[in-house]
């Protein structure tokens, strides 16, 4: 199983991007769907995710601002990043975790994508 992140670049505070992961490989399901990043200096730390039936979870900091989406038929999941701040700077990591097979789990992550905010 593999995930293609994309969407990431520079944006002036206040601006929005949208972060895409695509999923690929045979014969697997994908139970939860996430969104980690990591700043220079820091340990990588969950921004959100979202199950396969669509509830959410996200970090107290982006709370009101990221919007996290999944398409099931198209094995992608989103970020919708608005309302950015310097601190959101950071590789932007995707995550899926499921099954291959019925029986065989797998935990993949994207390769990251930098997303920086200016002040």
């Known amino acids: 199983v593999q995930l293609q992140a994309s969407g990431g670049g520079l944006v002036q505070t206040g601006g929005s991007l949208r972060l895409s992961c695509a999923v690929s490989?045979?014969?697997?399901?994908?139970?939860?769907m996430g969104w980690y990043r990591q700043a220079p200096g820091q340990q990588r730390e969950l921004v959100a995710d979202?199950?396969?039936?669509?509830?959410?979870n996200y970090a107290d900091s982006v709370k009101g601002r990221f919007t996290i989406s999944r398409d099931n038929a198209k094995n992608t999941v989103y970020l919708q990043m608005n309302s950015l701040k310097p601190e959101d700077t950071a590789v932007y990591y995707c995550?899926?975790?499921?099954?291959?097979?019925?029986?065989?789990?797998?935990?993949?992550w994207g390769q990251g994508t930098l997303v920086t905010v200016s002040s």
């Open positions: 490989g045979h014969m697997f399901t994908i139970a939860t």
């Open positions: 979202i199950t396969g039936g669509g509830s959410t």
């Open positions: 995550n899926a975790e499921g099954n291959i097979g019925l029986l065989k789990p797998f935990r993949s």
